[in-house]
């Protein structure tokens, strides 16, 4: 079965890094099969049997801190969960020239609670617009997301979960990958 894992804080200001040859090299040591890095923010498609899909996150997790000793959250979604996930994007269809860095997707790593939810929609502001669905926050930030206070780190302190954000041309580069 096909798997994308995102890793959360990698390579960025030149902290925690990780070199992609050596990201594809350990997914290998774990018997990770057809593993396949994209850009430099830690997104890995690889084949694993669909029975380990609830092992894969802790034995990455683990890994990788062994390895490079810190701790990086790893987040996965099956190929079919990602295409799920581009199917119910609200802002669809989405002009990739135009707004390809502009509409997001922050993957997290459970659902997140409703007094969560509320009280992260409460930063909202207009014109961004922030859609929840399952373990999916969609977002709108039609001034830039380096400008946006929905960044990462700011959804993880208000839902107490582990997030990785992910502009619609990678998620839908991911996606592509992935059916090769």
Same mark, same amino acid.
Request: charged content about 25%.
């Given at each position: 079965?096909?798997? @994308?894992?995102?890793?959360?804080?990698?390579?960025?200001?030149?902290?925690? !890094?990780?070199?992609? %040859?050596?990201?594809?090299?350990?997914?290998?040591?774990?018997?990770? &099969? *057809?593993?396949?890095?994209?850009? !430099?923010?830690?997104?890995?498609?690889?084949?694993?049997?669909?029975?380990?899909? *609830?092992?894969?996150?802790?034995?990455?997790?683990?890994? @990788?801190?062994?390895?490079?000793?810190? %701790?990086?959250?790893?987040?996965? %979604?099956?190929? &079919?969960?990602?295409?799920? @996930? @581009?199917? !119910?994007?609200?802002?669809?269809?989405?002009?990739? $020239?135009? /707004?390809?860095?502009?509409?997001?997707?922050?993957?997290?790593?459970?659902?997140?609670?409703?007094?969560?939810? /509320?009280?992260?929609?409460?930063?909202?502001?207009?014109?961004? !617009?922030?859609?929840?669905?399952? &373990?999916?926050?969609?977002?709108?930030?039609?001034?830039?997301?380096?400008?946006?206070?929905?960044?990462?780190?700011?959804?993880?302190?208000?839902?107490?979960?582990?997030?990785?954000? %992910? *502009?619609?041309?990678?998620?839908?580069?991911?996606?592509?990958?992935?059916? $090769?």
């Amino acid at each position: 079965m096909k798997f @994308i894992s995102l890793l959360r804080g990698i390579n960025v200001s030149g902290r925690k !890094q990780i070199p992609m %040859r050596d990201l594809k090299s350990l997914y290998e040591q774990c018997g990770l &099969r *057809n593993v396949v890095t994209y850009i !430099q923010s830690g997104n890995v498609i690889f084949d694993a049997e669909a029975g380990k899909k *609830n092992t894969l996150k802790p034995a990455l997790e683990a890994a @990788i801190e062994k390895t490079f000793r810190f %701790r990086v959250p790893v987040l996965i %979604r099956s190929q &079919r969960e990602l295409a799920d @996930i @581009i199917r !119910q994007c609200p802002f669809t269809p989405v002009d990739s $020239q135009k /707004d390809g860095t502009k509409v997001l997707v922050t993957f997290l790593d459970a659902k997140p609670s409703k007094t969560g939810l /509320d009280g992260l929609l409460a930063h909202v502001k207009a014109p961004e !617009q922030l859609i929840a669905k399952d &373990r999916q926050l969609y977002l709108y930030c039609p001034n830039g997301y380096g400008k946006s206070k929905l960044a990462n780190t700011f959804v993880e302190k208000k839902l107490g979960i582990d997030a990785s954000t %992910r *502009n619609w041309n990678s998620v839908c580069k991911l996606y592509e990958l992935s059916q $090769q």
